[in-house]
């Protein structure tokens, strides 16, 4: 896209469209969630979500273009000047995230209907695609205000959502209760971590704007008060980002709720809280305090090396396909966390760049299931067999996201660990490339075990299978999505400028030139 | 007062979504069925006439809000109660019949929408989202007043929904709305 061009997508524009987009963007969803409600009709409220998530894609879009133009936007509820009311602020960094979140919301509504047709009873179809536009919002709101309350309010009104979608699933399998009441039992935990911390926060700086936040300390400089409020915000937004010793839930949540949830969620909800993560140490607190440098050295490399390498053995011995790929989430979030705790400008843009590949491909990935769930009922790895020949499409585009996790070449989750691997060698790091090239080699493990049942071994000959066969087709709707982010997977490994130029920007704003 | 209303979202978005599942999944006991305290002269005679007072109170704790202390949450939970309490002397079913799930349902998302509403209104009059002053332009301040007055309604109407959703979720066995009703 030529600057060129983006000048004249914005003049195009109405001028009332461009000063209202971030807050259209939030506004939408949020607005439109209880219109769903009202709707009360399963297919009625799908079309009103589909209608209000293009929307939101658009609006994303829009801001976009804005912020290639102008670097970087603001926006002013109320017209309250920015120290004193909510003010989103939307950058490189926030960009990369809102692109994500919207993409995914369009691709998981458009997956949805099928799952929630057939996984969710009727009466509460209308409600479920509320919770979704809640949820959708609540991500949103998350990754563009500037404001750090607003992040608490918001990454409750996705945390809560959540849950419910979570809770969803037991019609289906009881067992998604459990895993949403221990979500939500974490997940409050965390977010009253959180809450604490931007109180203490609030009580050393005088102030709930996160640039003012970073002026204010820059002023104080270090002490305990300060150092306190980093503990818990870490803490809080590690469990809900599910680091490593703090991933419990995922693993459940993942595996028990509906086929679209598990989609959307994998591909969202993790990746906005390492962005808070990620605003937080680096863009709210200084990057180059002593306790900041001590927390991404000492606690956050560890952690990330141990997330890699343990939950890719723990997700080479799941036998639930489902859980298998959310252990390989959290496996997947150790290399996002990796690329932060280098600390330099290439190793955060790597980690940024990481998460945009695993959200495209692990949603893609949970797609797959979903459509192999829904037609054959596949849950277990062994159920896979034979699927290369009677589902080609569906299982071509899910081996491609396969491979791309692997990090194979050609797919898009090379390019990151590429860039993953050069940054950990820049900082002189040689055993986190180790780190990653044992988990890249036990990643050829897990997703192997799941390619080699899908092609080489024939499919079971029962009765029962043969006759579903003939009878189930995968709907048209929800494959559609999944080969779009196939197609993405292989886009951005040839032509990666977009999430790079983002998620370097966003690197070079938050650490200032690159200087580690 | 921007940040005060960003904490009613909170709440309100925070109680909306559970007392949608909770509507879900309703497996709380079953219900007596017979018509509860029909022996308890006392309570009835002084409920009856304390439902009234309670509901007026709770609007003077709205409209007080202006002023001093209380608001759309606080008057939402005192008018909920008002509602709770007439389900405890005369029976869940003689309230529903009163006050249905259904509307209560419609309320939790009306509420919302009147707050947010409020906010796109002044999009339309060519403000920020929730500038009130556009309200009024002649007296910004009386614009904001406004503003804050609608959003407190809004407050209401969902907290006093939601509250009753969660009080039919847990009371009811059966579904609140049977499946002929879509």
């Known amino acids: 896209m030529s600057a060129l061009l983006i000048a004249d997508f914005l003049a195009w524009m109405p001028a009332w469209l461009l000063m209202q987009t971030a807050a259209l963007l939030v506004v939408t969803p949020l607005l439109s969630g209880p219109i769903a409600l009202i709707l009360s009709r399963g297919r009625l409220a799908w079309i009103w979500a589909v209608v209000i998530s293009l929307a939101t894609f658009a609006l994303t879009l829009i801001l976009y273009a804005q912020v290639l133009e102008h670097g970087s936007v603001q926006y002013a509820f109320g017209d309250w000047a920015p120290p004193l009311g909510i003010t989103y602020n939307i950058d490189a960094l926030n960009m990369l995230i809102l692109l994500i979140v919207a993409g995914m919301g369009v691709l998981s509504v458009f997956y949805g209907l099928p799952s929630v047709l057939k996984e969710i009873a009727p009466r509460d179809q209308a409600p479920f695609f509320a919770a979704f536009l809640l949820c959708l919002t609540g991500l949103l709101g998350v990754t563009i205000t500037g404001d750090a309350f607003n992040v608490f309010v918001f990454l409750e009104i996705s945390s809560i959502s959540t849950y419910i979608l979570i809770a969803m699933g037991g019609k289906q399998d009881r067992r998604a209760l459990t895993a949403s009441f221990s979500y939500l039992v974490l997940g409050t935990i965390g977010a009253t971590f959180f809450v604490i911390g931007i109180g203490l926060l609030y009580m050393a700086t005088g102030t709930l704007n996160m640039a003012d936040i970073t002026a204010q300390l820059h002023l104080r400089g270090d002490d305990r008060v300060v150092r306190a409020a980093f503990a818990f915000i870490v803490i809080g937004l590690g469990l809900k980002t599910a680091m490593f010793p703090l991933h419990t839930w995922l693993p459940n949540a993942y595996a028990y709720s509906p086929t679209v949830v598990g989609a959307f969620l994998a591909s969202t909800a993790t990746k906005v809280a390492f962005y808070a993560m990620v605003r937080f140490t680096l863009g709210v607190f200084l990057p180059d305090s002593p306790f900041n440098h001590a927390f991404l050295g000492f606690v956050l490399t560890p952690m990330a090396v141990a997330a890699m390498i343990i939950c890719s053995v723990q997700a080479l011995y799941q036998t639930d396909l489902r859980k298998l790929l959310a252990y390989s989430s959290v496996a997947q979030l150790g290399y996002m966390l990796l690329g932060l705790s280098i600390g330099t400008a290439a190793g955060v843009s790597a980690g940024l760049l990481h998460l945009f590949n695993h959200a495209l491909l692990k949603g893609g990935l949970f797609m797959g299931l979903g459509i192999f769930a829904l037609t054959y009922g596949v849950r277990q790895v062994q159920d896979l067999r034979g699927l290369g020949k009677t589902m080609p499409v569906t299982a071509a585009a899910f081996t491609v996201c396969g491979l791309s996790l692997i990090g194979a070449p050609f797919f898009a989750g090379f390019v990151s660990k590429y860039y993953l691997i050069t940054a950990a060698l820049e900082h002189g790091w040689w055993w986190a490339v180790i780190a990653i090239l044992a988990s890249s080699v036990l990643a050829i493990f897990y997703v192997g075990r799941m390619l080699e049942a899908m092609y080489l071994h024939p499919a079971p000959k029962t009765k029962g299978r043969s006759k579903k066969a003939r009878t189930t087709k995968a709907p048209v709707l929800a494959i559609a999505p999944l080969v779009v982010l196939a197609v993405a997977n292989i886009w951005f490994f040839f032509d990666a400028s977009l999430p790079k130029g983002l998620a370097d920007a966003a690197a070079m704003a938050l650490l200032g030139g690159g200087a580690p | ?182």
């Open chain 2, 1 to 182: 007062m921007i940040l005060t209303a960003g904490l009613g979202v909170i709440l309100i978005l925070g109680l909306g979504g559970p007392a949608r599942r909770k509507k879900k999944n309703i497996t709380a006991k079953a219900t007596t069925g017979k018509v509860l305290g029909s022996h308890h002269v006392v309570l009835r005679v002084v409920s009856k006439l304390m439902i009234p007072i309670i509901i007026v109170y709770g609007a003077y704790v709205q409209f007080h809000g202006d002023f001093g202390p209380g608001g759309g949450f606080q008057a939402g939970l005192i008018i909920a109660s008002a509602i709770i309490l007439y389900a405890l002397i005369f029976g869940v079913d003689a309230a529903k019949e009163a006050v249905p799930p259904s509307l209560v349902r419609l309320g939790a998302a009306l509420g919302v929408l009147i707050y947010g509403g409020v906010g796109v209104i002044n999009l339309l009059l060519g403000g920020n989202f929730l500038s009130y002053n556009t309200l009024n332009p002649a007296h910004p301040t009386h614009g904001q007043e406004l503003g804050i007055m609608f959003v407190e309604i809004g407050v209401l109407v969902t907290v006093a929904s939601v509250m009753l959703i969660i009080f039919y979720g847990f009371t009811s066995r059966h579904p609140d709305i049977s499946d002929k009703d879509w």
